[in-house]
């Protein structure tokens, strides 16, 4: 004979966990759509079901005893679990079971995302999840299987299969430099220099490449990441220097072009690196030769 579980009503633990975490009846409501007495009265009828005070009043404040403390850790996890399994159950697959890739984000949104249908046309059925990473990453702390990282192809206890140079190059949009009108490298300096907080570097390397000298500052709007950067330059606003992978659609479109030559080599490159103990996977060695093959035109241009 089956046993009834001692389980209380979901209702009831929903009101409890978001009550425990803001120790506010009415904060609580109102994350939940539900009014301060009726996350009261759940967390009543639980506290009965339990036998055991998970809050207390001390003046105005709410305040959680050891036992609802407790009770509320291990609560997050189920609940946790349980949302984990509902949403497996309406997507047809378990996350842990996905393809786990990462690229930086503006890598992972303006390069790699539009060419994912080319992996699911060759690759069906296996499940993928696309999450942004930096180029130093833990595989293990991240979840990771397979990255494709800008670097010099070193990454402690990792495979790395170089995938392509990275070229940059000064762009500006047609209202800001007429399409079709050649500058100097010297004329930069004429126009705002817009930087990037992440790539602080990128203007004197570029006048490196270039062996020109300059010896003023270096001025214009900083933005934090590349895509920001590309915005700005597609509205006018200045000069950037941008990889030249992630402007295939603005240089196809001639929302931007190249008005100071082609690009030139930024001393990196990008790299399939994926664990050395999951060397053996087979839709890890899928997606890198997914990758090797998206990136064959960039090493015979």
């Known amino acids: ?67 609802g403390r407790t009770y509320a ?44 249908d080319r992996f699911r046309a060759r690759h069906p059925d296996l499940s993928f999840e696309v999450v942004p990473t930096l180029s130093q990453i833990d595989f293990a702390e991240a979840a990771v299987d397979i990255a494709m990282l800008r670097g010099r192809g070193h990454w402690h206890a990792c495979q790395s299969v170089p995938l392509m140079e990275e070229t940059v190059a000064v762009v500006a949009a047609p209202s800001l430099v007429p399409l079709g009108e050649r500058l100097s490298v010297a004329a930069f300096a004429g126009y705002p220099q817009l930087q990037n907080s992440s790539r602080s570097d990128s203007w004197l390397k570029w006048l490196r490449a270039h062996g020109e000298r300059h010896s003023g500052p270096l001025q214009g709007p900083r933005f934090a990441n590349m895509s920001m950067l590309i915005n700005a330059a597609v509205s006018g ?4 220097i941008v990889p030249v992978l992630l402007i295939e659609r603005e240089l196809a479109a001639q929302t931007l072009h190249l ?19 999951k060397a053996h996977k087979g839709e890890i060695l899928a997606f890198r030769d997914f990758l090797m093959a998206e990136t064959r035109p960039f090493r015979q241009a």
């Open 237 to 240: 606003l200045g000069l950037a």
């Open 1 to 67: 004979m089956l046993m009834a579980r001692y389980v209380p009503s979901l209702a009831w633990l929903v009101a409890f966990e978001a009550a425990a975490k803001h120790l506010n009846f009415t904060r609580a409501g109102e994350e939940l759509g539900m009014t301060q007495s009726g996350v009261s009265r759940h967390i009543r009828a639980l506290e009965a079901f339990l036998g055991v005070s998970l809050f207390q009043r001390i003046g105005p404040r709410l305040v959680i005893t050891e036992a």
């Open 73 to 116: 850790a291990e609560l997050d996890r189920v609940l946790n679990d349980l949302e984990k399994a509902s949403i497996d159950v309406v997507r047809g697959w378990k996350a842990e079971l996905a393809l786990r890739v990462a690229a930086n984000a503006s890598v992972a949104s303006r390069w790699l995302a539009p060419r994912m």
């Open 259 to 277: 008005p100071f030559g082609p690009p030139v080599p930024s001393g990196e490159s990008y790299f399939a690196v994926y664990p050395e103990g």
